[in-house]
């Protein structure tokens, strides 16, 4: 194998699925590198769920193909799983079942020694809730039930859809943790999420999907970029903001004030250069902060006006 | 799973046992009655209540875990269709056969024990019989649940076919007599052969009974007032055969569709 050929943990090569009139996937060409923590957008109805469920051999394409660590899912797909976790959106475990009981029900499934279960109850927070019924918990504790069976057996490839669904910041923050110790180590992550400012944090490359086509595939960076967004510097200075943004002007500079704070988009490399700029001609800058290009700005802008809810009609 | 499979098997066990000694006690005018008559006494009520059970346990198997999202979970572990789909089917006999065999055998102690001069090897007969018709059932009510969609959907599919089977003997006597036979025949033990034929395959329930029946040694019985007289080309094995059909076409039929459907 060539040395520098990149290793894809996930590849789908034009990938196709419709329900009824409904294209739900359309020719979709995934490429998901080893070591990722990819994030998989689109709004409501783009074909996320659905590629997912393809991507683990739920549901089946009507045209295309995934590769799991180059191996076709079609020829090999129940080996293939055991090295992927997955947390389907809106989990729903067995209701009968304890918490302790739902994690060694898939120990077993998955072959892992049974004492990792209290482990994992413990890292999500349930140890005091073991011998509960599943049926008894909130929305938010079957969902951490459901991170904690993903991460059994600690798969080489998380596959998460809305993980953060129904839990408060305090458990995404400890979920993000989680993920970003895991990813650390070697585990790829692959969530789908709608909370961009999440998939800015977390991701290092992300895919955009609307109506079940690929829209842009690539790194968090190069995708907010792609819609020609720079940073923003935005300062607050003590006096009238309007004489800042006159000398601004006078030097090449669009800036634009905003709440008595003046934003200014300009290349990283451009901020010591305003910044004494303004001290040289009198202005005293307070404080000042830069803004990095939004994913969520270049979101909206790839999706536009077509951002309708449902796949494409036939 | 294993817990919930206990409960189910207690609660079942408790209910075979209960039934049999009301039975046994009302067949034998206020005492236990022997093992022939206990059994005669409750073939109507296994012909009802083990379908009916079986129904309930299969009917959301599959269709109520996609609806409910727990299919998705379980099959994206390393495990294939068939593992569960069949795993669903063996853990399931497992509780009917089990509270069957505890149920009625303890009431068939408690009976040889104070009636005494039973036949015990019929009894044992009709306990292997309850089994296969829940078995029968289970797989039917399985399959529904693989091929539909919706869990109620499954359940009344289910539904249906039990009443089908309840009805389709009285269905093909209808054509009988609307074809120019006689009432007579039907009640006094002279029904043809074609009749019986069409009966024992397509209704599993009064194929059960019949079963039973010859399990007994009973080839001339009358039940519900009518006299039956089972032809000598209908023997016990043959409608082991027919059972041993209808629980596997079922089974074969939902996997096939199961390995197909999207989850």
Known sequence: ?314 | MDNLRNKWILILTVLFIVLTLIISFVSGGGSLGDIEITVVGLLGISSLLVPIISIMLGYDTISGEAESRSLLVVQAYPVSREDVYFGKFIGLSSVLAVSTTIGFGISGLLITTFVGGTNPIGFLIFMLLTIVLGLLYLSLSICFSAILKRHTTSLYAGIGLFFWSMIISSVIMGVYLGTGGTITDLTGGSMPDWIWSATMILSPTDTYQTSILLGFDLRTASISGFGISIPDFISLSNILAILAIWIVVPLVVGIYFYRKKDI
């Open chain 1, 1 to 314: 194998m060539n040395p520098f050929e990149q290793k894809f943990i996930i590849k789908t090569e034009k990938l196709q699925k419709s329900f009824k009139k409904v294209k739900a996937v359309q020719g979709l060409n995934l490429n998901v590198q080893k070591g990722d923590v990819y994030g998989f957008l689109g709004p409501n109805g783009a074909g996320k769920t659905t590629t997912i469920k393809m991507i683990l051999g739920l549901i089946y394409p009507d045209s295309g193909k995934v590769f799991i660590n180059d191996r076709n899912l079609s020829k090999s797909g129940v080996d293939l799983r055991s090295s992927i976790g997955y947390l389907p959106e809106r989990a729903q475990l067995y209701k009968n079942l304890t918490a302790i009981q739902t994690l060694n029900f898939f120990a077993e499934l998955r072959k892992v020694d049974k004492r990792e279960c209290i482990e994992l109850l413990d890292k999500i927070g349930l140890t005091k809730w073991k011998d509960s019924k599943v049926g008894t918990f909130s929305k938010g504790m079957v969902q951490l039930l459901g991170i904690a069976q993903a991460l059994l057996g600690d798969p080489e490839l998380l596959i998460l859809d809305e993980p953060t669904s129904g839990l408060d910041p305090r458990w995404s923050r400890v979920l993000k943790d989680i993920l970003l110790e895991r990813n650390s180590k070697g585990t790829t992550v692959f969530f789908s999420s709608h909370l961009l400012f999440e998939v800015q944090e977390l991701c290092n490359r992300v895919a955009i999907l609307n109506k079940g086509k690929l829209i842009i595939e690539d790194t968090v960076k190069r995708v907010s970029d792609g819609v020609h967004q720079k940073p923003q510097l935005i300062i607050t200075i003590k006096g009238n903001a309007k004489t800042a943004v006159k000398i601004l002007t006078k030097n090449g500079f669009s800036s634009q004030i905003v709440k008595n704070k003046i934003t200014i988009p300009l290349e990283s490399n451009q901020k010591t250069s305003v910044l004494n700029l303004l001290e040289n001609n009198g202005i005293v800058i307070q404080n000042f902060i830069t803004k990095e290009p939004s994913l969520e700005k270049a979101f909206i802008e790839y999706i536009g006006e077509d951002a309708s809810v449902g796949g494409e009609i036939q």
